[in-house]
């Protein structure tokens, strides 16, 4: 393996050459008898043996430096992309600044974030252990055998999905707790009375137009109200004071 062109993924493929090749012999070795073939198990052994020469020319500063090198460009393509999204953010028009929902915590929102790649990590794990025993049924494998060894990391990875999804609904039920609560605190408990009753809705009304109004220093009327015109009708003469 030329030094200079030395790839990870190049080291990763010979890797898995040998253990594919001590897998073979392996089954070579537990099939011994008659059927056994001579010249494939010198084939694998000289095969294996290439690949252990060629691992061991590796030098490990070599390859430390390339590592390095690739979380560098990591880093450097998350600052870019970070870098573009604030770009983008400052770029937006001035009406998506405001908003009625309150800005969230930096760590809730990382918990979220955790919480969601977790659910992604445990599917598409229990999604490879289908794979597996898929391919070993259609070579002929013993799928039981391998379905009770992966029995207890499915049970974990599937408890690990089921708490972080139950995690979501907690979040879920927990936001809208929050807006009910700001909805009590802003404009108090709904109160059935109120929409039965005229009067007691009449009683209301004045008692909010009193504090709006008092001695000149009340704000102005509440955005949604209906407001009387200037020249009543007798429905609204009717409800009438001097104190205009």
């Known amino acids: 393996m030329d030094s200079k062109n030395l790839k990870l993924s190049q080291i990763k493929a010979n890797i898995q050459h040998v253990l594919v090749n001590l897998e073979q012999l392996e089954q070579l070795s537990n099939e011994a008898g008659q ?12 095969r294996t043996s290439t690949l252990l020469d060629e691992l061991e020319k590796v030098p490990a500063e070599k390859v430390a430096d390339i590592q390095k090198q690739r979380k560098r460009r990591r ?12 770009e983008t953010i400052k770029c937006e028009i001035p009406e998506q600044k405001y908003t009625i929902e309150p800005p969230r915590n930096p760590q809730e929102k990382q918990a979220e974030h955790i919480s969601l790649r977790r659910r992604r990590d445990a599917a598409s794990i229990l999604e490879t252990f289908d794979l597996l025993e898929k391919l070993c049924e ?9 379905s ?13 999905q089921e708490e972080n999804e139950g995690d979501h609904v907690k979040e879920s039920k927990k936001a809208a707790s929050i807006e009910s609560q700001w909805e009590a605190v ?9 929409r039965k009753s005229k009067g007691k809705f009449l009683e209301t ?5 009193s504090y709006i109004s008092f001695a000149g220093r009340g704000s102005c009327i509440p955005r949604g109200w209906v407001l009387p015109p200037m020249k009543p009708t007798a429905q609204w003469a009717a409800y009438r004071t001097d104190n205009q």
């Open 35 to 46: 059927d056994f073939d001579v010249q494939q198990a010198e084939e694998l052994q000289r």
């Open 75 to 86: 880093r450097l393509v998350k600052e870019k992309k970070k870098r573009i999204k604030k």
């Open 138 to 146: 259609s070579r002929g494998g013993d799928k039981a055998a391998l």
């Open 148 to 160: 009770q060894k992966l029995s207890q990391m499915r049970r974990v990875w599937r408890r690990v």
């Open 186 to 194: 802003l404009f108090g408990k709904s109160s059935p009375l109120g």
């Open 205 to 209: 009304r004045s008692i909010w137009d």
